[in-house]
């Protein structure tokens, strides 16, 4: 049952139920005294009935419309095991137009064109994938925004008083609405670009509003070859999604929100501010760190010392030169309880929210894991058991840069309506704030230093202030995770950038190399 059946049904029982009592109620004296039994009981059935059929109303109303998206989209499970899907929906899918959607700037990144009869999905920006997702009604059904926004895009789901009255009473077929997106196309391309030929992720944030600037994944898919709308498809597309099912490089992952690694050095960053806003060190607060570190039997080697002959160092110096050592005992120092603590501000351990599905990850594998020494020392350090996403350690380096508030990531800028009209928009709204401004400036500070002085050192671009930290995580193999997380712009930073590289070596390396690029592409727009 469509929505407007529903509400034109609920109308006409209202309408039935008052025009009875109304007369019921002309038909009964008005003077006191005794009442016809006859009318009382006939009054009191008619009010039964009218209430057991308002009631009737009212269900039916919540199955289809309040209730329709999930009525809609209930499945079911064939006696071979197949999934049964609503065949009513996938009919509508096929015959409605689908709203555009757009980068921010108004390019076209999806879009229906009529072909043999039905309105067939066509992508202009595979570059976006992971964000557009894909339509495939006959096949895999949707993914990315292209599910997270259906109603929008169908017009299934009213967004204006005008749009219900015209799909509810008046029977219209509603329009599906364009979406426009926060990417920067051009942005996008670049980051695609960037990691071609790589297994990773990057991400680039307007860290003062949380809009997505660029969003990309790889390996990756072109949605084109996903799409399925007519029967003599399906054989071309299921073909393709074997393929990129049994791809061991996993090309339909989205790494930049579901990827979980560990994050290496860039954890530092984290581990500092913390430690820095519950004052458990200064910047100026010196460590012992003469090559190596025993935490209860277990020592931690330092690889990253530029002077061996140098035995104390500072906390700025730890980020500087990235010192395992010093940061095991900074991390230590800060202690389990308040660790854990702050790393759930900064959202650690918890999925992000966003427009598409995001990983939780973990700061261990169990609460009480920190508790012991040697593990806490390691996670000070970006290593032991902690898994993250490089969103979270995106939203981490843009807490840091924009005063201790992390935005939350926007993805959808704006619904618009046929004639281009803004019909809802985002607002940006604070996700979280783990640390003051003031700790915050502090910990900035390290990060342009890290940048002026240290391994970050070839992230620095003209005319541009830039606070980076580069990462180095263990992966399980020969080749290591590279990191790397930054913040720019002219006078202070207005861009975030993260990169996580899978055994893509060194942070300082190609990670670096492709996260400067962004931010000085990002800044340049």
Request: charged share 20%; hydrophobic share 40%; with cysteine.
């Amino acid at each position: 049952m469509d929505n407007r059946y529903a509400i034109g049904l609920f109308l006409a029982a209202a309408l039935v139920v008052l025009t009875s009592v109304a007369a019921l109620r002309a038909k009964v004296p008005a003077q006191s005294g005794a009442v016809d039994p006859n009318r009382r009981a006939l009054v009191r059935l008619g009010g039964v009935l009218g209430l057991g059929f308002a009631g009737l109303v009212v269900r039916l109303t919540s199955i289809t419309v309040l209730n329709a998206s999930s009525t809609a989209d209930r499945v079911g499970q064939a006696p071979d095991g197949e999934t049964l899907s609503n065949p009513r929906r996938i009919a509508l899918q096929v015959d409605a137009r689908r709203g555009r959607i757009l980068d921010r700037n108004g390019e076209v990144l999806a879009r229906s064109d009529r072909r043999n009869g039905d309105w067939e999905r066509s992508y202009s920006a595979p570059e976006a994938a992971h964000l557009l997702g894909y339509f495939s009604p006959l096949r895999f059904g949707t993914a990315g925004v292209e599910h997270s926004r259906d109603g929008s895009l169908t017009g299934a789901e009213p967004l204006t008083l005008g749009e219900a009255w015209d799909t509810g009473i008046l029977a219209r077929p509603p329009a599906g609405h364009d979406v426009r997106l926060t990417i920067d196309l051009e942005l996008q391309r670049l980051a695609r670009e960037l990691l071609a030929d790589t297994t990773g992720s990057a991400i680039l944030l307007d860290q003062r509003t949380g809009r997505v600037l660029a969003m990309a994944s790889s390996p990756a898919y072109d949605p084109n070859d996903l799409v399925a709308v007519s029967e003599d498809q399906i054989a071309d597309v299921d073909q393709v999604w074997n393929q990129l099912q049994n791809n061991d490089d996993r090309p339909l992952l989205f790494r930049a929100t579901s990827g979980l690694y560990p994050p290496g050095s860039t954890f530092k960053a984290l581990v500092a501010a913390s430690a820095i806003d519950a004052r458990a060190v200064t910047p100026e607060t010196v460590f012992t760190d003469d090559g190596s570190l025993d935490v209860n039997g277990r020592v931690f080697p330092e690889y990253n010392r530029p002077d061996e002959t140098k035995t104390e160092w500072t906390v700025d110096e730890g980020i500087i030169w990235s010192l395992n050592v010093v940061f095991a005992q900074v991390g230590m120092q800060l202690g389990s309880d308040r660790l854990t603590e702050y790393a759930a501000l900064f959202g650690i351990g918890r999925a992000v929210e966003f427009e598409l599905p995001t990983a939780s990850g973990q700061l261990a594998s169990r609460d009480d894991a920190l508790q012991d020494p040697a593990s806490l020392a390691a996670t000070s350090f970006g290593q032991g058991e902690l898994l993250v996403t490089p969103l979270h350690m995106a939203m981490v380096m843009s807490a840091i840069a924009n005063g201790g508030v992390a935005m939350r990531p926007l993805l959808v800028d704006a619904v618009l309506d046929d004639a281009g009209d803004t019909v809802t928009s985002s607002r940006p709204s604070v996700a979280r704030n783990p640390i003051s401004s003031e700790s915050a400036a502090t910990a900035l500070g390290l990060l342009y230093d890290s940048v002026t002085y240290g391994y970050a050192s070839g992230a620095q671009i003209t005319d541009l202030r830039v606070a980076a930290k580069t990462g180095t995580a263990e992966s399980g193999r020969e080749a290591p995770h590279g990191w790397f997380i930054g913040s720019a712009g002219v006078n202070e930073p207005v861009v975030t950038v993260a990169v996580c590289l899978d055994f893509g070596g060194e942070g300082g390396g190609r990670a670096l190399q492709i996260g400067r690029a962004l931010l000085d592409a990002a800044i340049a727009r």
